[in-house]
């Protein structure tokens, strides 16, 4: 027993060592900062800006999209951009198994994602939005920034591309719909029964009810709910996102 939590403790110390390779390489990548940064704020601003909402009603869908943007920004780029330059082979023949290269690469991106959606959280209380429970707000941060950013490493999971533009019109193309039914721009609450089942298949929706929650004390879901499903698919999405890399890494790696 005591050596496999060797085993596991000596794996996560290399992963740290791939999140610091990661940090120093991928953060200031041009995808990373337009679709982390950038993006979430022209939405933001788009959805709020003409309309007569105040910021403590606009803010959940400010939060949400921050959250979910950044968190998934970082991990389709470095796989594809890993297979492209070689380095990816390099690593893989190190002694360092699959699970702790993924799992440093989830951290590299909650890092970021933790980074980048407090910004909007500190503009938010500068502004003057009231939050109802604090400690709600920052723990579903924390479980909603983990949850995307296992989902960014399942995103760069299938086809094994080594052109990380493909794989980022790709992450576009699953990332946009489900923001759009997750209940960021309107409140579940107010939508047809028909959306509220539509919206139930985002990871989105859960992180943003949790929001809604922490500063109004009100939600759609159960807190609870919310909360098991963030962490219960934080697990799947990384299992699955392994499984397929661990399929496909041969191909890749040709």
Known sequence: MSGFLNYCLEQFKRSLL?????VKIYYSKGPVIIFGVVLPMFLF??????????????????????????????????VPWESRLKTLERLLSSPISL??????????????????SIIPLILGLILGVEIFNF????????L?????????????????????????????????????????????STLPSWGVILSSISPLT??????????????????????????????????TALLIHRKTILIRLS
């Open 18 to 22: 791939v999140v610091k390779k990661n």
């Open 45 to 78: 601003l788009a959805y709020f800006i003409g309309r007569n909402i105040g910021i403590q009603e606009a803010f959940p869908g400010l939060l949400g999209m921050t959250v979910f943007f950044s968190s998934t920004s970082v991990g389709p780029t470095i």
């Open 99 to 116: 699970w702790s290269i993924f799992l440093g690469d989830v951290i590299s991106s909650f890092i970021f994602g933790v980074f980048i």
């Open 135 to 142: 400690l709600l707000i920052i723990g579903g941060l924390i």
């Open 144 to 188: 909603g920034v983990l949850c995307f950013s296992a989902f960014s490493i399942l995103l760069s999971a299938y086809p094994p591309s080594d052109t990380p533009a493909t794989i980022m019109m790709i992450t576009s193309l699953v990332r946009f719909p489900l923001v759009f039914i997750s209940g960021v721009f309107a409140p579940l």
């Open 206 to 239: 859960y992180f943003v009810d949790l929001t809604r929650a922490s500063l109004a004390g009100v939600s759609y879901y159960p807190i609870a709910l919310d909360l098991t499903v963030l962490a219960v698919i934080s697990i799947v999405f990384f299992i």
